[in-house]
């Protein structure tokens, strides 16, 4: 028994490790890089007649997945160049985890309102429940600290006041009678996933120091 478990133990290590070589791979990296370019560009279009009718001073904080995509890109850029830029990571880890959790939710719940989805919604779904994937695949090379998780974490709440105080939520036309719930479960998200990130990310970062 004691063998076998041994044996499992070991393919399971080696199998991470080929994962790890992979998604770090800089060829792997740079494709991810031109995916996630690509699906900004996209997802900036597919907001278009809403960014239309945005006034100026909420255009930044309108079109959230395409931004959170936007973050990961330039997250991949700096890897590929060898760098880290805590402040963009923190950005991306939290956006990413948070509007690819939500589309998710609101697609499965309009699914459940309306009793089918066009293939559209079910791509929205595949796309966004990926942005949130790849966001904990690529955590291990996060340089996250205290300080850029705080301002990360200003960056989500804030958009929450933006998106449901001064009513600019992106439109899911079967929800709109729920927009009061929907604001009340988005801004509990946007809190756990602040916590999962300073467990995931900043205490681990914390007690890499403390070993060292």
Sequence with gaps: MSGGFYLDEMEGAQSIKMLKNILFHPQFIMILFIIN????????FWYGNQLANTPLYFLPFVPDSPTASLFFAIFLFFILQGKNVPIIEALAFTTLVKYGVWAVVMNILTLLINGSLSWQSYMLIASHGAMAIQAFLYAPLYKIKLSHLTIAAIWLLHNEIIDYVYDMM???????????????????????????????????QNQAKRLA
Excluded: A
Aim: aromatic letters at 20%; zero cysteines; a positive charge.
């Design 37 to 44: 370019l690509v699906g900004t560009i996209y997802g900036y």
């Design 170 to 204: 992106p439109t899911y036309g079967s929800l709109s009678d729920y927009q009061n719930h929907i604001g009340y479960f988005t801004f509990w998200l946007s809190i756990l996933v602040i916590i999962l990130v300073y467990h995931i990310s900043v205490k681990k």
